[in-house]
């Protein structure tokens, strides 16, 4: 049981160039999230999946587009990276107790010079 | 955005001290998480609160869920090496799928 696991783990781009950040998660849950993470800002929002086929604005969602691929894997996209987009991305999925309790992956390092 | 304020920013602890850490809000929330962060590693979930009132303990870790729904406790005591992280609060709304994080807390224990 992997829980939630995220590729690539580090990645440099060059402004202007586009990459998908996958994720997967082998618990069985409905919801999933996408979050990145800046020095000393905490961890904010890009976009979530309540359930399979749908998807929602987070708090930062532009410069992002998002895929629910089935019920275990849910991408994120950047289609023309810019500067401001470096920063560590988590993954994260939702169950437990009352469905509420998100799971984090190992995370994946972006930066774009 | 949802503004949860958590503090301290950063502690300097003695080994074997105990800690305490709080998360506040402007909104009432249904349920507070607490969650750990290793340098290079995702987050791990803790604890978990659902009731207004809530105390919960995971080993030397306990959190409180705020009477008032706006806020939460985590005191963690006997603190050793390992202790050292960020922990990061967080909290959802009433109706939201959606959680708020804290800006989290930097705790580094002095051996």
């Known amino acids: 049981n992997a829980g939630v696991t995220q590729t690539p783990k580090f990645q440099v781009l060059k402004t202007g160039q586009s990459m998908t950040l996958q994720c997967a998660q082998d618990m069985n849950h409905n919801s999933m999230y996408w979050y990145r993470q800046d020095p000393g800002m905490g961890l904010r929002l890009i976009y979530y999946?309540?359930?399979?086929?749908?998807?929602d604005k987070g708090e930062v969602p532009n410069g992002y587009n998002v895929s629910r691929l089935n019920k275990r894997e849910f991408s994120l996209r950047l289609e023309s990276a810019a500067p401001s987009q470096t920063s560590v991305y988590f993954c994260?999925?939702?169950?437990?107790?009352?469905?509420?309790?998100?799971?984090f992956g190992p995370g994946t390092r972006l930066t774009v010079t | 955005g949802q503004q949860l304020n958590q503090s301290p920013q950063s502690m300097f602890i003695q080994e074997g001290e105990d800690v305490s850490m709080n998360c506040t809000s402007s909104s009432i929330f249904n349920t507070w998480l607490w969650y750990k962060q290793d340098p290079g590693e995702g987050p791990v979930l803790l604890i978990a609160l659902y009731k207004a009132g809530e105390l919960t303990s995971n080993g030397r870790l306990t959190a409180q869920f705020g009477i008032t729904r706006k806020d939460s406790f985590l005191n963690i005591s006997a603190t050793i090496p390992s202790d050292v992280g960020i922990y990061f609060c967080a909290g959802r709304r009433t109706g939201a799928n959606n959680l708020f994080f804290g800006t989290g807390t930097r705790l580094t224990v002095i051996p």
């Open positions: 999946s309540a359930s399979e086929g749908t998807t």
């Open positions: 994260a999925s939702s169950g437990g107790n009352q469905g509420y309790e998100q799971y």
